[in-house]
């Protein structure tokens, strides 16, 4: 059967693995261009509980997919897809149990990685930013840096780039960010890094203000004349 990208998240909803293939939207750096860029990858579930990501007919990833009941993580980064994977243990009902490292290219990378517990992550945890675009030039990788509770992110988490703290805030229990964050735009990377900055309500929700910074040779300019301009 073939899916078309509309139906993929009614598809990954449900609990049950099933046999199906769908174009997805993923991110790629052009180098041309020098920009960011959307393309289309195809994604194929297979019977044997596989996940194949194709690209032109072109097999870029293959994944075995132990637990089938839990909703499959589809990667959405080109690079990640390409270059990112992960190392660990499963318990006897195929869940994740134990420590899980990442490797980037074959190699461990930056110690990402933390603790799952019956298939949830627990305790600290090292990640990816995910949206992060990994440019040819660029030496600044983002890390993400928090707590998780059966699964969900709670309290402090921050961002990451060489070893300075640029981003960041707090989640409730229901991992709903909660008072004054840093963002991230999205497609940050080295050549375009805008930062966001306002506040959430108790319910998770954008409230008063909202700010971006943008970093450009090392120094922070407030963008107030774009804003005032609207763009």
């Known amino acids: 059967m073939y899916f078309q990208n509309a139906s993929l998240q009614s598809d990954l ?3 049950d693995w099933r046999e199906q293939t769908f174009e997805q939207e993923v991110e790629q750096w052009d180098f041309i261009k ?3 860029v959307k393309i289309q990858i195809q994604i194929n579930f297979t019977k044997n509980h596989q996940i194949v990501y194709l690209k032109d007919g072109a097999i870029m990833r293959i994944e075995q997919i ?3 009941i839990k909703k499959p993580e589809i990667l959405k980064n080109l690079d990640q897809i390409q270059q ?3 190392q660990g243990q499963y318990g006897l009902n195929k869940k994740k149990n134990g ?4 490797f980037w290219d074959g190699e461990v990378y930056m110690k990402v990685g933390g603790y799952y517990l019956e298939g949830l992550k627990q305790g600290q945890w090292k990640e990816i930013f995910e949206n992060y675009i990994y440019t040819n030039d660029s030496k600044a990788k983002v890390l993400q840096i928090g707590e998780y509770s059966s699964g969900l992110k709670k309290g402090k988490w921050n961002y990451i780039q060489d070893s300075i703290k640029i981003a960041g805030g707090y989640y409730n229990e229901q991992e709903q960010k909660i ?3 840093i963002e991230l735009r999205e497609g940050f990377q080295e050549n375009s890094q805008i930062t966001f ?3 959430y309500n108790m319910k998770g929700i954008k409230i008063g203000r909202w700010d971006f910074i943008f970093k450009k040779n090392q120094e922070y300019k407030l963008m107030q004349k774009l804003l005032k301009q609207g763009n």
Do not use: H, P, R, V
């Not at 420590?99 to 990442?102: C, G, S, T, V």
């Open 197 to 199: 900055y306002g506040e």
């Open 84 to 86: 990112l994977t992960w």
């Open 66 to 68: 132990q637990d089938t």
């Open 99 to 102: 420590k899980w490292i990442a």
């Open 34 to 36: 020098n920009k960011l």
């Open 13 to 15: 909803q449900s609990t």
């Open 179 to 181: 008072g004054k964050w």
